[in-house]
């Protein structure tokens, strides 16, 4: 069964997917949400933010995923801003860490 949505293209997930996870004897909830746009609530990118911004209210820990290969952009500067305000720990991933050119992006990740 197919869990994940996984494309290039920004903006595939459109609301929160949530799932069981277990770590050893841990069991949570991973959420799932979709990226992060400084946009008018009644558009779909606006109803989008609203489901992430429901995800930060229920989470007790952050995942902060940030695109390495492309670095920080505008909107994940605004999504930090509110993530710090939340109250909640974050944790900053790097992903595609792995591709050419990443680094600069992970570097930025700590700004």
Do not use: C
């Not at 605004?78 to 909640?88: M, P």
């Amino acid at each position: 069964r197919k869990l994940a949505l996984v494309d290039d293209t920004p903006g595939v997930t459109r609301d929160r997917r949530v799932h069981a996870a277990k770590l050893y004897d841990l069991h949570f909830d991973v959420i799932d949400t979709a990226g992060f746009e400084d946009a008018a609530a009644s558009t779909l990118p606006g109803r989008m933010r609203a489901q992430t911004e429901i995800a930060i209210r229920e989470a007790d820990l952050i995942f902060f995923t940030i695109d390495a290969k492309s670095g920080l952009m505008p909107d994940d500067k605004t999504f930090a801003e509110i993530v710090r305000k939340s109250g909640k720990p974050v944790v900053v991933v790097a992903n595609k860490a792995e591709a050419r050119g990443a680094q600069g992006g992970m570097l930025e990740a700590w700004e």
